[in-house]
């Protein structure tokens, strides 16, 4: 793969991970309508790190609160978390649905759902939801008030991620508007549940390279570094305008996209659908 490649499917990455517009979608179909072949694990690797390191970095304070707070110590000075010890546990709780779907279906997602013509379907499936969740949601609560019915609610839902095309953080922003969170409060837990989930992915990815006679040392070339690079930086932008925008903002703006986009996936896809 191209630097150019690299830094494009980085960028991609970074932008669409973090915003409720499927971040799986925009890789696949870019790869797919521009004839790249992405289907490496050095390049699966390279995504799910640069993920990481871009939650880790932009909530590195409130891990380090929510870790201490959660073994009992005193660490930090967020209000919203203070007023949630149990916040690592309830995260430890919302992680479990992605990990058993994951292990159930990982197959199925990396080949029999990875088509445009699922992702165009739940493209605009999701965005109805998200639709749904603006509207119906009160959007009263913080941080401070994430229960254990919160902490499932969103991990079912995050699970559904597992899907092409669905958005993690699509689905459970959704999730926690429809528990009445703030939109703000939905996207910051969403991105701090995220983390296990992508750590976890990360992991596996590296164990699969080894079984396959790779090592770490085959992973540290040029291209990898700078994939890994865009997408963190990348990512750690978006997550701060992302946030600072739901402050003030609707998911509107981000429902009309999916549904259009989806729209036209699904039409591209009838298209060049072979007679």
């Known amino acids: 793969m191209s630097i150019l490649q690299v830094i494009?499917?980085?960028?991609?990455?970074?932008?669409?991970?973090?915003?409720p517009v499927s971040s799986t979608a925009h890789l696949y179909l870019t790869s797919y309508f521009l004839g790249w072949q992405t289907e490496s694990l050095d390049f699966d690797i390279m995504l799910h790190l640069g993920t990481l390191l871009a939650v880790l970095i932009y909530f590195l304070k409130d891990w380090?609160?929510?870790?201490?707070?959660g073994f009992g110590m005193r660490f930090g000075y967020d209000q919203e978390l203070k007023h949630n010890q149990m916040l690592l546990w309830l995260l430890a709780i919302g992680s479990i649905p992605i990990g058993a779907g994951g292990y159930l279906f990982n197959k199925q997602a990396e080949t029999v759902w990875r088509t445009p013509m699922v992702m165009g379907i739940m493209l605009i499936a999701v965005g109805v939801?998200?639709?749904?969740?603006e509207e119906w949601s009160r959007?009263?609560?913080?941080?401070?008030?994430?229960?254990?019915t919160d902490a499932v609610s969103i991990g079912l839902a995050q699970a559904l991620a597992i899907i092409p095309g669905c958005s993690r953080s699509g689905i459970t922003i959704s999730a926690g508007l429809f528990r009445n969170l703030t939109r703000e409060s939905a996207a910051r837990f969403s991105f701090l549940l995220s983390t296990p989930a992508v750590g976890g992915a990360a992991l596996k990815a590296l164990w699969d390279i080894h079984k396959h006679g790779g090592g770490?040392?085959?992973?540290?070339?040029?291209p990898f570094l700078v994939g890994v690079t865009v997408s963190a930086l990348t990512g750690c932008i978006v997550i701060a305008w992302f946030l600072q925008y739901l402050r003030h903002s609707s998911l509107r703006p981000f429902v009309y996209y999916r549904v259009i986009f989806?729209?036209?996936?699904?039409?591209?896809?009838?298209i060049r659908r072979p007679a």
């Open 262 to 270: 989806g729209i036209i996936v699904l039409a591209l896809a009838l």
């Open 8 to 19: 494009l499917l980085g960028f991609v990455q970074g932008l669409t991970e973090f915003l």
């Open 64 to 69: 380090l609160q929510i870790v201490a707070q």
């Open 139 to 148: 959007k009263l609560r913080d941080m401070g008030s994430l229960n254990l």
């Open 216 to 222: 770490l040392h085959a992973l540290l070339t040029m």
């Open 129 to 133: 939801i998200m639709w749904l969740a």
